[in-house]
């Protein structure tokens, strides 16, 4: 009777530590983030065509934050930067991630700066948009406004109006979401480097991240 007691004892505490042992692995794990280090012929990139050191981007293009870490970004690329030695080591890598409950022109947006790669000015309808931001929460009509920035940057209009009703146009916004759902992302801009997602407060702490990498 005692034998079978201390096999009960014995064979409970095993199932107890198996328990202990999946919670552990499961609150201790960490994040795989190959998926989202890996590059497809679709992204878009610039900066070091090395890829030595990697830094993809999750952003929405009419989200306050990522305007303020775009323009951290841009200034980089600026002559007499004194963060010019970044863009030399690091490829960069865009990525849509609309946040369409809380912007409704998050996904017309991304569609525009997908549609403008056809005609090879992704990055410059980026920057058109995040530099006029402010107007963009106030128009009633975004394919209209659009179609002005595509203006501004030199694009076909006549085009520019069909690439951004495309099918692949409208699957690569929704790729670059669903890689980024999948990641755990939950707000922009969301950033990995070399297979780690960057965790930081103020721009200054990001700016610091870059600085360091050898």
């Not at 096999?7 to 042992?21: E, I, K, N, R, T």
């Not at 600026?78 to 865009?94: D, F, R």
């Not at 106030?138 to 209009?157: C, F, M, Q, R, V």
């Not at 916004?173 to 930081?200: C, H, M, W, Y």
Request: net charge neutral.
């Amino acid at each position: 009777m005692k034998y079978k007691t201390h096999l009960m004892v014995a064979g409970s505490l095993v199932l107890l530590f198996a328990f202990l042992f999946g919670i552990y692995k499961l609150t201790n794990t960490t994040p795989d983030y190959k998926e989202v280090m890996t590059l497809s012929a679709t992204d878009h990139v610039k900066w070091s065509p090395e890829k030595k050191h990697v830094l993809v981007e999750y952003s929405d293009l009419q989200c306050p934050a990522c305007k303020v870490y775009h323009d951290i970004l841009s200034s980089f690329e600026a002559s007499g930067s004194p963060q010019v030695a970044i863009p030399k080591k690091v490829t960069l890598v865009y990525r849509h991630f609309p946040l369409y409950q809380i912007h409704e022109n998050a996904f017309q947006m991304a569609y525009g700066a997908e549609g403008s790669s056809k005609q090879g000015k992704f990055f410059e309808m980026v920057s058109a948009l995040f530099a006029d931001q402010d107007n963009l929460s106030k128009t009633k009509d975004p394919k209209a406004y659009l179609a002005e920035k595509a203006k501004s940057i030199g694009l076909n209009g006549d085009q520019f109006k069909k690439d951004i009703e495309l099918q692949s146009v409208k699957d690569k916004v929704n790729s670059d979401l669903s890689s980024g759902e999948r990641a755990g992302i939950n707000g922009t801009p969301t950033f990995f480097l070399d297979g780690q997602k960057l965790e930081f407060q103020t721009p200054e702490e990001f700016v610091k991240i870059l600085q360091a990498i050898q």
